[in-house]
């Protein structure tokens, strides 16, 4: 094993064996009067053969404890030292005790755990050299026992360096695979973690009791800041347990309150787990409606640009034969005004048309980094230069990230309803203020007029909707699918006198400055 954390237990465990070996042989010696074990060749060399095993065994126990062994080879000293002890016991002090070969059976498996390959077989090669010796200069006390022979525990030395180190070569790689696949499990939840947490639909898992196991970032802003741990609301756990009865969903609104006092409407449905748990998908009930007004707008989009299409031949027939027909010279006054009537007309129905096609014909925004107040100086003398109005730029310089011809087109709508309806003239400008809330982006355009009404407020960018006989209503549905396509978000609020709109661009988008470039 190569690391010191794998390395260190053996090490524990050969050391307390040479302790405990140590103090046996001790014991032996202490009682050799009645059990005459050691029968040593040479009594006064005994002792302090044993002496310094112990001294041997005890810095054993003492390095065991400490993180000096970072490399295999520091514990060969070691080994080789008790080998060589055990050894001149074998050859010198106590030929007859057969039983020490034993114990360096045991010790050299324990050194093959610690060791490498190499070193392993190194030390079953000196321990088979030690007893192999004594076996030739003591052959008188060999041979009675053959199990015990020298010959036979010197195989027995290899047999068991070969199959611990086989085993311990397994066992490395098992671990390996172990950590390699710890390590790709864990990526892969850290991954979907990181998926389901920027999910955009809100994503819990409860228990049977509605306590809340995991969560995401949309479910926890939607059920007003709840977090692991935390009990769903009461509604939502009536509608659960609803569900555990019957299995059925129920797509009705639930109306959660937050902390801060407001009241958010969800909508909720419910997945099976296991017996114990259950997964609660949250959607909002406004953006439910906003993707379902999405599709079906779009779906209107495409309908009315076939049908443009159709009619942009004939009325332009109309328009081109109302102009021949104005030319001639025997139409009286009355006739002439009712051509113009029909050109008037046929001029509006041309615009609407133009929206149209242009709405169901948009091609993908090319964002492009964008100074706003350096960019909003050439568009203020562009739109002034067409209209005889004033508009007045303030706050502080922004760098946002949008299609610029997008841009363009946004503001120029917004400034000519401002034009058509909000009353601003030399005197009573345009107000265009940039700043930022909460980290967002935002471009605020203001001006006089009336603001649009509370009945109206909720068509407010659906197309087709006007309040004006010379609108068309699309003006404002343009502006939102631009913005939309833009990441980025336009709201109407009302400030006593005067319409107001705020377009939030995207937060990401307006935090990076790293990449950012003039358009």
């Known amino acids: 094993m190569s690391s010191i954390t794998e390395r260190q237990p053996s090490f524990h465990l050969y050391s307390y064996f040479t302790l405990v070996l140590a103090s046996l042989f001790l014991g032996f010696y202490f009682l050799e009067e009645q059990m005459h074990w050691w029968q040593p ?27 000096q062994h970072k490399q295999t080879d520091m514990f060969l000293p070691s080994l080789l030292a008790e080998i060589l002890f055990l050894g001149l016991l074998m ?34 090669a000196m321990a088979t050299i030690m007893v192999l010796s004594s076996s030739y200069i003591h052959s008188q006390n060999q041979g009675s026992d053959r199990l015990l022979s020298g010959s036979f525990i010197s195989i027995l030395f290899f047999i068991e360096s070969f199959i611990i180190q086989g085993l311990k070569t397994r066992l490395v790689e098992e671990q390996s695979n172990t950590i390699q696949t710890q390590s790709k499990l864990y990526s892969e939840s850290r991954f979907n973690d990181l998926i389901i947490d920027r999910m955009h639909t809100g994503v819990c898992v409860v228990d049977n009791s ?21 009990h769903i609301p009461v509604p939502l756990f009536e509608r659960l347990q609803y569900w555990h009865e019957h299995h059925l969903q129920n797509d009705d609104s639930i109306d959660v309150i937050h902390p801060n006092g407001s009241q958010q409407s969800i909508i909720v449905s419910f997945a099976a787990i296991d017996d114990l748990s259950t997964l609660v998908f949250v959607e909002d009930k406004s953006t439910v409606a906003r993707r379902a007004q999405q599709f079906k707008l779009a779906s209107l989009a495409r309908m009315a640009a076939s049908i443009a ?23 009286n006054d009355d006739d002439r005004h009712l051509c113009d009537i029909i050109l008037n007309h046929s001029g509006r129905m041309e ?3 133009q929206n149209v096609l242009q709405i169901s014909r948009r091609s993908s925004s090319e964002a492009q980094w964008i100074s706003l107040h350096h960019w909003l100086t050439r568009f203020i003398a562009d739109f002034t230069q067409q209209h005889n109005v004033a508009i007045e730029l303030t706050g502080v310089d922004l760098d946002i990230r949008f299609d610029p011809s997008q841009l363009h087109q946004v503001l120029w709508n917004l400034c000519s309803n401002a034009v058509r309806y909000g009353q601003v003239n030399k005197e009573r400008p345009i107000y265009i203020k940039l700043g930022k809330i909460n980290q967002w982006a935002v471009m605020t355009i203001e001006d006089h007029g009336p603001g649009i009404a509370p009945k109206e407020m909720s068509y407010l960018f659906e197309p087709f909707h006007t309040t004006s006989a010379q609108g068309n209503g699309l003006g404002l549905y343009l502006v939102k699918e631009l913005c939309d396509a833009n990441h980025a978000e336009i709201r109407y609020h009302h400030k006593g006198k005067g319409a107001s709109f705020d377009i939030l661009f995207a937060r990401d988008f307006a935090n990076n400055q790293n990449l950012k470039s003039d358009a």
């Open 351 to 353: 615009g609407i048309i």
């Open 91 to 124: 050859l010198y002090i106590a030929p007859q005790q057969t039983d020490i070969s034993i114990f360096i059976l045991i010790s050299v498996g324990l050194g093959n755990l610690m060791l490498n390959k190499r070193y392993g077989y190194f030390i079953a």
């Open 309 to 331: 299409h159709e009619i942009r031949n004939p009325l332009n027939a109309i328009s081109h034969a109302s102009q021949l027909l104005q030319e001639s010279e025997e139409l």
């Open 210 to 230: 509605g306590k809340i196991l995991r969560i995401n970032r949309a479910a926890t802003e939607r059920l007003g800041g709840l977090q692991q741990a935390s």
């Open 41 to 67: 060749l040479t009594p006064k060399l005994l002792p302090i053969v044993l002496s310094g095993y112990l001294a041997l065994a005890i810095s054993n126990v003492l390095r065991s404890h400490g993180n």
